[in-house]
């Protein structure tokens, strides 16, 4: 029994619970993507090697049911809202979303069209914003910077 106790580190890590399964999601974002024009370049360009998102361990998705973001990237019309409403309605919670590129912010260069919706925030709620045309993969990963930053400081467990 002594031999086991030397085996045994010499520190104790103390944490709230929340603030270690936030740490948890937030090291494990799993993202859908969701490219409907230009703006899907930039983020394949993202996940790419030179970006590298998976040292932040986002990963993606090609279905909703595992993922837990979902990254708009592009222009969506009024037709393509209600398909991306379902998509997301089809994620689990808790569930965020980026919304990449002024197309996906407010309609963009397209904004005058009677098919283009004026922003993805009319049909879903956003977490964060990407400002662009398109938006750079450094601005891509400071809005997953950011996203992570608000999932650390959410609470689940009431006490």
């Known amino acids: ?20 399964l936030n740490w948890c999601r937030k090291s494990s974002v799993w993202y859908m993507l969701f490219a409907t024009a230009c703006c899907g370049i930039e983020l394949m360009q993202t996940g790419g090697p030179r970006c590298d ?3 932040f361990g ?16 592009g222009t969506i019309s009024y037709k393509m809202a209600v398909c991306t409403r379902r998509l997301y309605d089809q994620m689990p919670d808790p569930k965020y979303v980026i919304a990449m590129g002024s197309c996906a912010n407010c309609g963009g260069l397209f904004k005058h069209s009677y ?29 997953l910077l950011k996203l992570q930053e608000k999932m650390q400081k959410e609470k689940f467990l009431r006490s």
């Open 1 to 20: 029994m002594l031999t086991l106790y030397k085996q045994l580190p010499n520190f104790i890590l103390t944490t709230k619970l929340d603030e270690l």
């Open 53 to 55: 998102w998976d040292r």
């Open 58 to 73: 986002a990963v993606p998705r090609s279905t909703p049911r595992q993922s837990d973001l979902m990254i708009i990237a």
């Open 115 to 143: 098919s283009v919706l004026k922003g993805i925030d009319k049909v879903m709620p956003v977490d964060i914003y990407v400002p662009g045309c398109p938006p750079r993969p450094e601005a891509l990963t400071d809005g």
